[in-house]
């Protein structure tokens, strides 16, 4: 397999993974917050993962996934806390959830890419 097949099979994984957490029950995670994601292209190249109501971001398509992308958490006073899970670091505060997701992006870890079929020991440091 080439890497632009292996590109491409990782993309469509995203794209699919995507298409079902846009569609998801309201229950499951308040639609807004997916759509707003998606609406920001480095973002949609990202793996995306719900849990317990919460949007996660992961380098990798596979277990274990990557830890090293920022999450958005409601605050119960207003605002978002932004924050990194795998060395703990608080990235921001913001009043709305699009500055949320632009802080996200923007803290990337360099040479982010699109998602890669692999996990998170196959992601460069």
Do not use: K
């Not at 846009?22 to 995306?48: C, G, Q, S």
């Amino acid at each position: 397999m080439t890497n632009d097949e292996t590109s491409r099979d990782a993309a469509e994984i995203v794209a699919e993974s995507w298409q079902a957490v846009l569609e998801m029950d309201p229950d499951l995670i308040n639609p807004v917050v997916p759509r707003t994601a998606y609406a920001h292209p480095r973002l949609r190249e990202l793996y995306p993962i719900v849990s317990h109501g919460t949007l996660y971001f992961s380098r990798c398509i596979q277990f274990p996934w990557s830890q090293d992308v920022g999450t958005m958490f409601t605050q119960t006073e207003g605002g978002y806390r932004v924050r990194r899970a795998s060395d703990n670091t608080v990235l921001g505060v913001t009043v709305t959830m699009q500055e949320a997701m632009d802080l996200i992006a923007a803290n990337l870890p360099e040479g982010s890419g699109p998602a890669i079929d692999g996990t998170s020991h196959d992601l460069t440091p």
